[in-house]
């Protein structure tokens, strides 16, 4: 039975396509010489894996929680007679960290980058008959150039760093294209004009025919030429507009068409915008009741065991009373965004930048090269309404502190690749550059809590922040612009083990001695930020336990703590900030 048997990508659609998840041969190569031994040319690997699931989890069937500092993979592959005449794709939905690919003994791609989706043409490579597959996966843990997110840099998972993660995880699929055809597009809602921005990159000459619907009645068609292929644009007039909203994700089917090649797609019309301290999502504020989702999972750590499990996250959130969430130091995969799309479900898209050094300029050329592939990926999902490429970037090693400027590119690369959303240069500190002065704070005392939060200025708040976050403020440069939104995006965190007497439990301060002492902590956390006038939105730490740190309002295994019916009325009610 071949796992997540689902199209991987609901936004870039062909039906001529082959899921190669399921059992590949597999070697872990520790000492990193496999390239040497030239493994790429052996007939058989010695042991074997379910793909996606990387090797650390039960689901691969390997389940070896060790350092893999290099994984081999191998399997033949037949190519349909009918796919002759055009060219034959290999896409990877994310392989950590560096992947060497070989078709027949030949490398024919290296792409750097656990996070971002990547897609080589081995048309060229290609065999009548049975052709041989082979992935080196090298995983550079201690490399302080690469984010490695929440993955344990100790052998053992602690505090908040979890399960490793090693080579492929998400899908690896097979798909075949006419020689000329689509590339890649972006789209642009604007709910104004009630028009569809459209630019695409293809491969070829020809016309590039869209064709809008919604419910299945055509409300809007688009016809673009080119001569030589490469770049074109326009904009697609739509006869109706439906907005996609919170909790309500109206979407447009997309229809591309060029020569021979027919790609299926989705599109949301909605608007973003800052508007003095409120978040505007289609000209109304909206406060954003978000949770922290780190996307791991007891059996496939990284990889959600089903699509069911992708959506069931997504409707744990609703039940408590969230509307969206900050997806935590992991670049999600699209099929989660895809359900997001449809919930009407709130994100922000961020990076696991966790392990670079954010102090060295060598961090910028892997960072951005990857950094540029995510947000091409992932633009046109309405359900991320903004970038976050940094989380708390601290002294690496307790020696160095960040060198701005290298935020600073972060932040600028990110507006010039997508001027359409806001940007978060880097989550709780230390700003630089950013649309909206985000603030972490866990302090569990309400009282002591709400003490910024009841400030008669944003001004005043900062400052009362800052007298209480000394450790965490000591080296903040971005001083806070007068009017700037702010956003809480980290709080909570209170710790709940429902197995109790567990020595490695790990949660945010001092834990309530009672589920009553826990309900109302909460409560009095939340208010705070409801009824503060400044605020845009916050985020609770987090959504469920994740291996020893049980700060969830759920289990590991997805089983509520509470009744999740009070979590709904607390964060549901109107924020001060809302229309």
């Not at 190669?20 to 041969?25: D, F, M, T, V, Y």
């Amino acid at each position: 039975m071949i796992p997540r048997i689902e199209h991987p990508n609901p936004q870039f659609e062909r039906k001529n396509w082959i899921n190669l998840n399921g059992e590949w041969e597999f070697e872990s190569d520790r000492a990193v010489s496999g390239i040497a031994r030239k493994l790429y040319e052996k007939a058989h690997l010695d042991g074997k894996i379910t793909v996606p699931f990387c090797p650390e989890s039960e689901l691969s069937g390997v389940g070896d929680r060790d350092f893999h500092h290099c994984v081999w993979y191998r399997r033949d592959i037949e190519i349909p007679a009918d796919w002759k005449g055009g060219r034959v794709l290999l896409h990877f939905g994310a392989v950590d960290h560096i992947a060497h690919i070989y078709v027949n003994s030949k490398e024919v791609c290296v792409h750097v980058g656990g996070y971002a989706s990547f897609t080589v043409d081995i048309t060229d490579a290609l065999c009548d008959g049975v052709n041989s597959l082979c992935v080196c996966a090298i995983d550079e843990d201690g490399n302080p150039k690469y984010g490695h997110g929440k993955q344990s840099p100790w052998f053992n998972s602690k505090g908040c760093h979890y399960t490793r993660v090693t080579g492929i995880w998400q899908t690896v699929w097979l798909e075949y294209v006419p020689t000329s055809y689509i590339k890649s597009f972006k789209l642009i809602p604007d709910i104004e004009n009630c028009t569809l921005g459209v630019s695409a990159q293809l491969c070829g000459a020809g016309t590039l025919n869209l064709e809008a619907s919604y419910e299945g009645k055509v409300v809007g068609t688009l016809s673009l030429k080119t001569a030589r292929g490469g770049y074109v644009s326009g904009t697609m007039a739509l006869s109706e507009l439906h907005l996609w909203e919170v909790g309500i994700g109206r979407l447009y089917d997309l229809k591309l068409t060029f020569g021979d090649d027919t790609v299926a797609s989705y599109f949301g019309m909605r608007s973003t915008e800052l508007d003095g301290y409120r978040y505007l999502l289609n000209g109304k504020s909206v406060f954003q009741r978000l949770v922290l989702d780190q996307g791991f999972y007891p059996d496939g750590i990284y990889t959600a065991p089903s699509e069911e499990a992708l959506v069931n996250d997504i409707q744990l959130s609703l039940d408590a009373g969230f509307n969206g969430a900050r997806l935590h130091e992991k670049v999600f995969e699209p099929r989660f965004l895809y359900h997001a799309d449809r919930m009407g479900y709130l994100v922000w898209g961020e990076y696991g930048n966790w392990g670079m050094d954010c102090s060295n300029t060598d961090v910028i050329a892997p960072f951005c090269n990857e950094w540029a592939e995510i947000i091409d990926r992932d633009f046109n999902h309405p359900s991320i309404i903004g970038w976050c490429p940094m989380n708390e970037t601290w002294d690496h090693n307790n020696e160095r502190g960040q060198n701005n400027e290298v935020l600073r590119t972060f932040y600028r690369q990110t507006k010039a690749a997508d001027p359409t959303r806001p940007c978060i240069d880097t989550s709780g500190n230390y700003h630089v550059e950013t649309d909206i002065f985000d603030l972490h704070d866990y302090i569990q005392e309400p009282e002591n809590f709400s003490v910024p939060y009841l400030a008669k200025t944003p001004e005043e708040m900062i400052e009362l922040y800052t007298k209480t976050h000394e450790k965490a403020m000591k080296r903040q440069k971005g001083v806070y612009i007068s009017g700037q939104p702010v956003f809480l995006s980290e709080y909570g965190g209170i710790k709940w083990d429902v197995n109790s007497g567990n020595a490695n439990a790990w949660g945010y301060g001092n834990a309530p001695q009672t589920a009553e002492e826990f309900l109302d902590r909460y409560k009095r956390l939340t208010d705070a930020l409801l009824d503060c006038p400044y605020m845009l939105g916050f985020c609770y730490t987090q959504l469920y336990d994740v291996e020893q740190e049980t700060n969830g309002l759920y289990t590991y295994g997805r089983e509520p703590k509470f009744d999740m019916a009070y979590f709904k009325e607390v964060n549901s009610r109107r924020a001060a900030i809302e229309d």
